[in-house]
């Protein structure tokens, strides 16, 4: 889509394309019913809010770090650098379509977006990762512990302590196979950059295409 970044009307489409296919069906399906459900499951505010924080947070730092590189935001409008950089953030988290050349990015922003495509979006949707549910769970846990809480909490809903094993043991086998991985590749092809391998691991383990070559 690098042809494509000063068109609002395709950069939009396609931005809210990768977000509502990432929000998942158990969302949709709530929605729909919103009425029958008598208002949103916990699921699906948890679902919006984290879904929300994590595409503004991550077009934010995007927008910050890149606006200077001329190899990316820098030689654009400031319209299209704010479009291009919440672009960039959706496809980070399932699609994986860029805009420019993933090379050309600050190393900051290849950290960033490692980061949200390990994460990925919410679960029975188009995205891979862990999920932003895993990950609001293991913040919420991490805060119950520091308030002395023997019981994880979220949005007023005590968690069931099995949902919280279930949810460090997907992040550990998952950072367990990237660490394989990554190793398995140092080994085999010499000269290879750690920060590229590991973009590039991440990458595959979360379905999301991105490659710096």
């Known amino acids: 889509l690098s042809n494509y970044t000063a068109n609002p009307l395709v950069m939009i489409t396609v931005t809210v394309l990768i977000t509502t296919g990432g929000l998942g069906f158990i969302v949709w399906r709530n929605i729909r019913h919103y009425s029958k459900a008598k208002g949103l499951l916990l699921h699906t ?15 934010a730092i995007i927008f910050i770090v890149e606006f200077g590189n001329q190899d990316t935001l820098g030689q654009m409008p400031v319209g299209e650098k704010i479009l291009t950089s919440i672009f960039l953030s959706a496809s980070s988290r399932t699609a994986g379509f860029p805009c420019f050349d993933m090379n050309d990015l600050m190393p900051f922003t290849k950290i960033i977006i490692t980061i949200l495509m390990f994460i990925g979006a919410a679960p029975a949707s188009t995205a891979g990762g862990i999920k932003i549910t895993t990950v609001a769970l293991v913040v919420c846990t991490v805060i119950s512990v520091l ?67």
């Open 45 to 59: 505010k948890l679902v919006l809010i984290m879904a929300a924080v994590m595409l503004l947070v991550g077009a």
């Open 147 to 213: 308030k002395g809480r023997e019981d994880t909490y979220l949005m007023g809903h005590r968690i069931k302590r099995d949902a919280i094993y279930k949810t460090f043991t997907v992040i550990v086998l998952s950072l367990t196979l990237i660490a394989v991985s990554f190793t398995g590749i140092l080994m085999c092809c010499e000269g290879m950059s750690l920060q590229k391998t590991i973009f590039e691991v991440v990458s595959a383990f979360s379905t999301t295409g991105f490659s710096v070559g």
